[in-house]
């Protein structure tokens, strides 16, 4: 089993007078109800799931739900919304009750929730696992924040972080464990289930391609009430084929016989039940023309594997939504605030990535190179004389084991050296 690191900050905030009511939202198999069992054992837990249950739950009154489940996980709340109410009613009446509410379903969740519990709940979102956690053997491992995840807690601290990193990521005393959690990312992605030792790599390939088509048959069909799949179907493997790409409805629309409203639906469906990350467009300078389109990357490498039958190593693209998804779920975990988009001007000049914090902006090419080299901070240059706040530092985020500084401010190091577990 591995550790969650947004575990502590669950229970920091289930210990809030505000937080009586917490809600863990997040994609289907990330650990949902794992997480919620383990930091909450002294909670009765109920499966929403279980339809024969699901109605007797549903006709219990407030009262009833305070004396009999004071404290309580409902998995799967999305499955009958009018339980919603139930606990809105018991929050409203009484101080004492807490509970736990978990759902794969955002969409049909949190429009429930944003409803009915608004200003009454916290909402927590779970993602497939992270590098640091994909090192831990069990609950009781520590799980390290990695040097990007020190940089966003502490942007002050950047250029000694910058100064602290080794010459080269193999002189890492943590270097075998994060490669090999690396390793197992690059091929599988994060989901927990893929992890099992005991598992083969062909078991793994069979649990991605069920997940993909549990996906469709279930949360999409829940999202969508949708009486023919094959246009999702079809748009899902699009997508994947295209990923780290710019969107283009219209012309997504002509591929899969969609018209460009419907597209622009389905990709909110892919984006809701946490399947792509959608990047919009960085628009903070009136004065440069700048490409408008948003970008969208697969949130898992593994289901991108599944989706588009392939196996093996990451394309360019591939590598740059592997990469570009690492850093957006371990900015997720530690409940970071930072904000993520891309920059491309109309005469070609693209930023694969910027994050932007209080403070300033970090700004990341992906490459897939085992040679970082100055050609590669083309499009960083002189980049501050585009933001409109500093910009704190510029990467290169590759394959190469070396770590350089390319030119001032700008640093070249291997993905994994960023995003595993820093060395204490």
Not at 18 to 33: E, P
Not at 291 to 309: C, N, R, T, W
Not at 371 to 387: C, K, N, Q, V
């Amino acid at each position: 089993m591995k550790n969650r690191k947004i575990g502590s900050s669950i229970l920091e905030i289930a210990d809030k007078p505000g937080s009586r009511i917490l809600v863990i939202t997040g994609a289907r198999q990330t650990g949902k109800t794992t997480l919620a069992r383990h930091l909450f054992p002294e909670y009765t837990f109920l499966s929403i799931e279980d339809p024969v249950l699901r109605s007797s739950y549903a006709n219990l009154t407030a009262l009833q739900w305070k004396d009999l489940y004071p404290h309580a996980i409902l998995d799967e709340v999305q499955k009958e919304p009018r339980l919603i109410e139930s606990i809105k009613s018991v929050y409203d009446q009484w101080e004492e009750p807490r509970y736990v509410l978990s759902g794969s379903s955002q969409l049909l969740l949190l429009e429930k929730v944003r409803e009915s519990l608004a200003g009454r709940c916290s909402i927590i979102d779970l993602y497939p696992l992270t590098i640091p956690e994909l090192e831990t053997e069990s609950w009781n491992d520590p799980v390290a924040d990695s040097p990007f995840q020190s940089m966003l807690r502490f942007p002050e601290e950047i250029p000694a972080r910058i100064q602290s990193l080794l010459p080269d990521f193999r002189l890492d005393p943590n270097h075998a464990r994060i490669m090999h959690a690396w390793n197992h990312y690059v091929r599988f992605g994060g989901y927990p289930a893929l992890t099992n030792p005991d598992m083969e790599d062909e078991d793994r390939y069979r649990w991605l391609a069920n997940y993909v088509r549990t996906y469709l048959e279930r949360d999409v069909r829940d999202l969508a009430s949708f009486r023919d799949l094959e246009p999702f179907v079809k748009l899902q493997r699009v997508i994947a084929l295209q990923t780290a790409s710019l969107v283009n409805h219209s012309a997504i629309g002509q591929q899969v016989g969609l018209s460009s409203k419907t597209v622009q639906r389905y990709l909110r469906y892919l984006e809701m039940s946490y399947q792509v990350v959608v990047l919009p467009a960085w628009s903070g300078n009136e004065r440069k023309r700048l490409v408008k389109s948003p970008k969208i990357h697969m949130l898992d490498y593994g289901v991108l594997q599944a989706v588009v039958q392939k196996r093996g190593s990451p394309t360019g693209l591939e590598f740059e939504s592997m990469v570009v998804a690492e850093l957006y779920k371990q900015a997720n975990t530690i409940l970071s605030d930072a904000r993520f988009t891309y920059l491309r001007t109309l005469d070609g000049r693209e930023v694969d990535l910027l994050i932007e914090l209080d403070a300033g902006y970090l700004a990341f090419e992906i490459k897939t190179t085992e040679h970082a080299s100055t050609a590669d901070i083309r499009h960083l240059r002189d980049l501050g004389d585009i933001l409109d706040k500093p910009l704190l530092h510029a990467f290169v985020l590759s394959n190469d084991p070396t770590t350089k500084t390319l030119a001032p401010g700008m640093t070249a190091v291997h993905a994994a050296y960023l995003l595993g577990s820093e060395t204490g």
